[in-house]
C-alpha cells in the first residue's frame, strides 16, 4: 500500500533534525558518560570518533540507502527481486531489536523524568547530600514507582507517534532539538565556571595512551557508537523511508553523525567538570547521573536549578529516541493500512509490558539473574550488545553484496572514489569489525 502524502517529512532540514533527535538521547548523556568514566575518557572519546567515522557512518549511511531506496519500512527494506524471501528476516529483528530496546529504554527515562519532576516540585533538593543514594535506591526498590513512571512515560511517546510524521515527530523534533542543544551548551558553560573543571577537561581531552592496551576499550567504543547513532535498530532505514528525495543522502547522514556525536562531546563537558569539581568518581558506571550528580547539585551553587536542567535534558532526549524506536514497528502496520493512532497505542502497550521485568528487576525481582546479570541488564546486553551488531552486519552484507554495486553507489549521493572507499568499508571493514565485535564479546 501506498503512503499518503502527509507520510513524509516537509523538507530536508526535519528529516536530520527527526533523524538527530532519533539518535540523541540516553545514549548520549546517561551512558556516554558512564562508559567513557569506565574506560579512560579521553583515549575512549579518540576511540569512539574513531568508530562513528569509519564504521558508524558508512553503516547510517547504508541505511539511509536502505530506507529511501523503497520509501518503505525495515520490512520492505531488505526486499530486492535478485534478493531471497529470507532477507525479509533482517526488518524482522530490526524491528523486534527497536521493540527490545524501547522496553526497558522506557524504564531508564523513566527514572529521568520522575527526577525532573522532583527536583522541579523542590523534593529531591529538599534531601540532605547523604541521604540522595538510599533516595534512589529506595525509588527503584519500589513495586509501583517505576511502573508509573515507565507508563508515564511511554503514554508521552505514543502521543508524539500517533500525530504522525509531519505533524507529530517531525514538529516534536524541531521544537526539542533547539532546545536541548542550548540546554546542553548552557550547562557545559555553567560546569566549566566551576574551580577545578580544568581536571574534568583533562580527562575528557587529554589521553592516557596506556589505555589503548585494553582490549575492552575497542568493544565499549564501537557499542557506544552502534547504540549512540541509532543504528541497526530499524530506526534510520525508517526515517530514510519518509524522504521525498534521494538525493544529499550522504550529507544528511555527515549531519547527523557529527550531531549526535557533537552532542555526546559537549555533554561530557557539562558532567565531567562538575564531576571532577566535587571529586567524585568519573567511573561510578550506570548510577553516574541518578547518584552521583545529584550529590554534588545538593552542594554545588544554584544546584537546585541545574538539577531541574539535566533531568529535563535527560528526559527530552530520552523522548525523541522513544519516539524513534516506537515508529519502527508503527511504520510496518500503517503501512499495511492499520490505523496509526491505534497501532501505536497497541505497540507501545506491548512494550509497556515487557518492560515490566525490567522496571520490577531493581526491586521486587531484583534476586532473578541471567548469568550475573539483572533482569534490565540482561534484556540491554541482549539487545545492545548482542543483536544489534547482528543487524548491523546484515545491513552491510545486503547493502554491500546483494544490492547491485551500482544502485549501491548511485543511491549512496557521494562523488565516485568517495562511494567507492564506502562501499569497500560496507564490503569488507564494518562487517569484519562487527564480527570481532561479537567474537570478543562472546570469549574476550
Not at 508524539?160 to 505533524?167: L, T
Amino acid at each position: 500500500m501506498e503512503r499518503s502524502a502527509g507520510d513524509a517529512w516537509t523538507g530536508r532540514a526535519g528529516f536530520i533534525l527527526a533523524a538527530i533527535g532519533g539518535a540523541i538521547g540516553l545514549g548520549n548523556i546517561w551512558r556516554f558518560s558512564y562508559v567513557a568514566g569506565e574506560n579512560g575518557g579521553a583515549v575512549f572519546l579518540l576511540v569512539y570518533g574513531l568508530c562513528v567515522v569509519l564504521i558508524g557512518l558508512p553503516v547510517l549511511l547504508s541505511e539511509f540507502v536502505l530506507g529511501c531506496r523503497v520509501r518503505g519500512d525495515v520490512l520492505l527494506a531488505f526486499s530486492h527481486p535478485r534478493a531471497a524471501r529470507a532477507w525479509r528476516g533482517a526488518g524482522v529483528l530490526a524491528a523486534l531489536v527497536a521493540f527490545l530496546i524501547l522496553s526497558y529504554y522506557s524504564v531508564i527515562a523513566g527514572w529521568a523524568f520522575r527526577y525532573f519532576v522532583s527536583y522541579l516540585d523542590g523534593t529531591l533538593p529538599a534531601l540532605p547530600r547523604e541521604a540522595l543514594p538510599a533516595a534512589f535506591r529506595d525509588f527503584v526498590a519500589d513495586p509501583l514507582q517505576p511502573l508509573f513512571w515507565h507508563a508515564l512515560f511511554m503514554t508521552l511517546t505514543t502521543v508524539v507517534v500517533a500525530a504522525g510524521i509531519a505533524r507529530g515527530i517531525e514538529r516534536a523534533s524541531r521544537i526539542l532539538m533547539p532546545v536541548l542543544a542550548a540546554m546542553v551548551i548552557l550547562l557545559a558553560g555553567y560546569a566549566l565556571t566551576l574551580p577545578g573543571a580544568s581536571r574534568g577537561l583533562a580527562f575528557l581531552f587529554a589521553p592516557d595512551w596506556s589505555a589503548l592496551a585494553t582490549p575492552r576499550l575497542y568493544l565499549a567504543a564501537l557499542g557506544q557508537a552502534f547504540f549512540s547513532l541509532g543504528v541497526a535498530m530499524g530506526v534510520m532505514i525508517t526515517y530514510a523511508g519518509y524522504v521525498r528525495s534521494p538525493e544529499r543522502l550522504a550529507s544528511s547522514a555527515a549531519a547527523v553523525a557529527a550531531g549526535d556525536t557533537l552532542f555526546a562531546v559537549v555533554a561530557g563537558m557539562a558532567i565531567f567538570p562538575i564531576v571532577f569539581a566535587f571529586g567524585m568518581d568519573p567511573a561510578f558506571g550506570p548510577a553516574l547521573a541518578f547518584v552521583t550528580l545529584p550529590q554534588v547539585f545538593a552542594v554545588m551553587p544554584g544546584g537546585a536549578w541545574v538539577g531541574v536542567a539535566f533531568f529535563f535534558l535527560l528526559s527530552a532526549a530520552a523522548l525523541t529516541s522513544a519516539v524513534s524506536l516506537l515508529e519502527v514497528p508503527v511504520a510496518i502496520a500503517a503501512r499495511l493500512g492499520l490505523p496509526r493512532a491505534t497501532v501505536a497505542v497497541a505497540f507501545a502497550a506491548g512494550a509497556f509490558a515487557a518492560g515490566i521485568p525490567s522496571a520490577l528487576g531493581t526491586g521486587p525481582w531484583r534476586e532473578v539473574s541471567f548469568a550475573g546479570r539483572g533482569i534490565l541488564e540482561t534484556v540491554d546486553f541482549l539487545a545492545a550488545d548482542l543483536l544489534l551488531p547482528v543487524v548491523g552486519i546484515v545491513v552491510v552484507l545486503f547493502v554491500g553484496w546483494v544490492l547491485p554495486r551500482e544502485e549501491s553507489l548511485s543511491q549512496s549521493g557521494l562523488p565516485p572514489r568517495l562511494s567507492r572507499a564506502w562501499l569497500a568499508v560496507v564490503r569488507y571493514l564494518a562487517p569484519v569489525a562487527m564480527v570481532a565485535f561479537l567474537v570478543t564479546l562472546a570469549f574476550g
